[in-house]
């Protein structure tokens, strides 16, 4: 007996929409449209940080810009497909970052008594002369 093999429809959700570039002159790699917005902004907010850091524009700077940017639009690259969209992916980081945290501080701890005042004992307060309030039965 053969087996019987079940075409899926995954095919069809395989299929990037990736642009080639015209027809003879296409890019040497393949990137879908989401990955060029990422890229773009993941330069952008890159270069914005070095300027804040007081790095200068040079070409070594740049260049890094350049390599920050593909590590960081490849590591979204592979967390982003037609099941779980950019847009997905950005929300849950945000609700990852703003989520309740389990406290993690210690209660208690060693005891000082560094900020205990200390001085005289107290003493008790001076009796009432004749002993008794007035009215008292």
Sequence with gaps: ???VLVRTDDEVYRVDSVWLGPPRATFPWRARYVSYGVGLLTMILVMFVQRRLGIGLDFFSVAWALVITVLVTRFLGQRIDYERPLGQVVSLFG????GPRASTAVAG?????GHVRTGPAVTARP????GRRRGAA
């Design 1 to 3: 007996m053969t087996g």
């Design 95 to 98: 609700h990852e970052v703003r």
């Design 109 to 113: 701890g060693a005891v000082r008594s």
């Design 127 to 130: 009796r009432r002369r004749g």
